[in-house]
């Protein structure tokens, strides 16, 4: 019994350690699980190719042609836009690159519009990466039995399932035939439901092609929001041709859409870690040797209209060439002296206010003294007595906002002649930091003493009441335009008109029913 009982911690203890060890592997094996998902899971690196892409909003050039594109059938390319064909029946149009595209991981984004009157459309817009460029066909107006993938935007239901508009991902090595009647669903490696004619907004399709398997993400046009993509279809394990070139082809059937294409943007995809190819090595070596040659050349004459000037202006050689960028020093005289012009002006516009006052004040003083003349001389002297007082009164608060004015006049002068100064000083050369500070300080002296006075005349003359003695005349009362008698006979004539414009309508509906 005692032997058992000694046994019963070290069994305990065994089974402790067991119980920690499991927990340890199977924390250490999750650990690596979840650092190599989080690698799987890192975005490769996305390289913009300028040369099989295209956008607005100068997309064609003024011969119609776009670079490194080109168009055939009905497609009609313009500034912001590629319409690949108009909304008439049995249109066919495509636009495709150039140079061929050897890149073993991409990534398209495709930006379009399918817009048409009626409630249903046809035939549909297709992106297609093939060996050779199918320039006209059958299969949404490109060749049949291509090498490589299409992915349709079928907006037609050709079978009667109501299946349509739909997006349909379809491989070809170069040996199938399209199936029409069906809609390709006998041939499709993909597909999803998605309606994407007449939105609101353009319809943006990513179609991504890294590591043997492609998708499709699309945004519906329902927002303005370019990244809002959702998930269309996926296709595992596809093998494509490792070069080729990218098209876009659309066709209209009995019934027609516009199908209009704003951007294809083409990007080359580079697996993290991996260093992507530099630019030099995708240029061909003729193509290498021909822009060599022709910068030669570039090179050369250059040289000789350099020699040719120097001829012709030796008096200019050895001359430093002057700097073109503003220098610290520049920038801040050049702000300085537009600060002065800028107060200059202001000082001018106060100028011409404060004379426009003086001679309203003085029109206002001449007035005041006709009229002390005229009652002078007509009203008796117990009347005048007052009268007077209060013209006297009135005159001289006018006297004294004449003399401010004045005042403020000549302090008004004597700042634009400092201002005036401070330019002619700068200009003749530049000036001192503390010169410059101190006129600055006088002028801002200036104009606060002009400020000061300016809302004490404001005040002044809201608070005399002299300024209420003289007021200008009411106007008298317009008569009325139109009379009762006039009102009357304009309502007969105009009630007459209507009742004989009634009656020949009538008569002229009676006439043209007898023809029915």
Known sequence: MAVSIAQRPAAGARFFILTFLTAFIFHHSVAETSTGASASQEQPHRRFEYKYSFKGPHLSQSDGSIPFWIHTGNAIPSADQVRITPSLRSQRGSVWTKNKVAFEHWEAEVTFRVSGRGRMGADGLAVWFTSTQGLDGPVYGAADQWNGVGVFFDSFDNDGKKNNPAIIVVGNNGNLVYDHQNDGTTQALGTCLRDFRNKPYPIRAKITYYKQTLTVMINNGFTPDKEDYEFCTKVDNMIIPNEGFFGISAATGGLADDHDVLSFLLFRLTEPGQQPPPVESEIPKEEKDKYQEEFQNFQQELDKKKEEFQKEHPDVQGEPIEDLYESVNDREIRQVFEGQNRIHLEIKQLNRQLAMILDEQRRYVSVITDEIAKKGTNAESGQVEPASQQLGSVIAAQQEVLKNLNDLRNSFFESLKQIGSVQHQG??????????????????????????????????????????????????????????????????????????????????????????
């Open 427 to 516: 200009n003749a050369g530049g000036m001192g930091t503390y010169e410059t500070i101190q006129h600055f300080n006088d002028i801002k002296e200036h104009l606060h003493v002009v400020k000061r006075d300016v809302e004490h005349l404001v005040q002044r003359n809201a608070q005399n009441p002299g300024d209420k003695v003289v007021k200008c005349p009411e106007m008298p009362a317009m008569p009325s335009c139109l009379s009762t008698v006039h009102f009357a006979i304009f309502v007969v004539v105009q009630s007459v008109l209507f009742f004989c414009y009634i009656m020949y309508k009538s008569q002229q509906e009676a006439a043209a029913k007898k023809f029915f």
